[in-house]
């Protein structure tokens, strides 16, 4: 029976109808042979409402039923995050990159709370693993530099922003973030050359 709600809450889901869609996790999870699946999908679809606490107890609920899941370990710390948890949503990044030391993503989420937390070096640490396992993830790029900049790492961090305009040659936040390279380096022509062609893109 919680498969077929399963089923009716992805296809609510894909339709961004997130109240009939919780609707029909309620009915999954009801089930006593509910698994770490359909906690997941609970959880995944009140994060969508603005509901972190209750995304969180299903997040719990999933790595309580399947711990060795990074899935659900990346949840709990994307509901920690929207609760401004910050260190806890880095204990569950930390826990998804262990179980899934190639999943990029992860490493990123990591390295952006680490980055929150003013851990510039355990994030620049984390975003070099997010471009390792995968090298065109440009924000993860973009962010490195910016670790390296704030680090006074200027050489790293202008090689890691070159990389991500390699790769998104209209990231206007890559360009900035290279202005403030250069005029780190004393290069204030350089630098208002990058702002001024950061201020003619989108910063989406």
């Not at 009915?27 to 679809?45: E, H, I």
């Not at 984390?126 to 993860?140: G, I, K, L, N, T």
């Not at 670790?147 to 990389?163: I, K, P, Q, T, Y």
Request: hydrophobic share 50%; net charge neutral.
């Amino acid at each position: 029976m919680s498969s077929y709600f399963i089923e009716q809450a992805q296809r609510a889901l894909a339709q961004r109808d997130l109240a009939s869609a919780l609707a029909a996790c309620l009915k999954a999870v009801a089930d006593p042979a509910a698994g770490a699946p359909a906690w997941f999908l609970k959880g995944t679809v009140e994060l969508g409402l603005g509901r972190p606490a209750d995304a969180a107890a299903s997040a719990a609920r999933a790595i309580a039923l399947s711990p060795a899941d990074a899935r659900f370990h990346v949840l709990a710390g994307n509901a920690a995050e929207d609760a401004g948890q910050a260190k806890v949503a880095a204990a569950a990044y930390e826990e998804a990159t262990r179980l899934a030391p190639e999943w990029a993503m992860a490493w990123h989420r990591l390295g952006t709370v680490r980055y929150g937390l003013r851990e510039t070096e355990p994030a620049a640490h984390a975003f070099e693993r997010a471009v390792a396992c995968d090298s065109a993830y440009v924000r993860s790029w973009n962010n490195l530099g910016l670790a390296r900049l704030e680090a006074g790492h200027l050489d790293a961090a202008e090689v890691a922003l070159r990389r991500a305009l390699d790769l998104q040659p209209d990231h206007a936040h890559a360009f900035r973030n290279l202005a403030r390279v250069l005029a780190a380096r004393g290069d204030a022509a350089g630098a208002e050359r990058l702002n001024v062609i950061a201020s003619r893109l989108p910063t989406s």
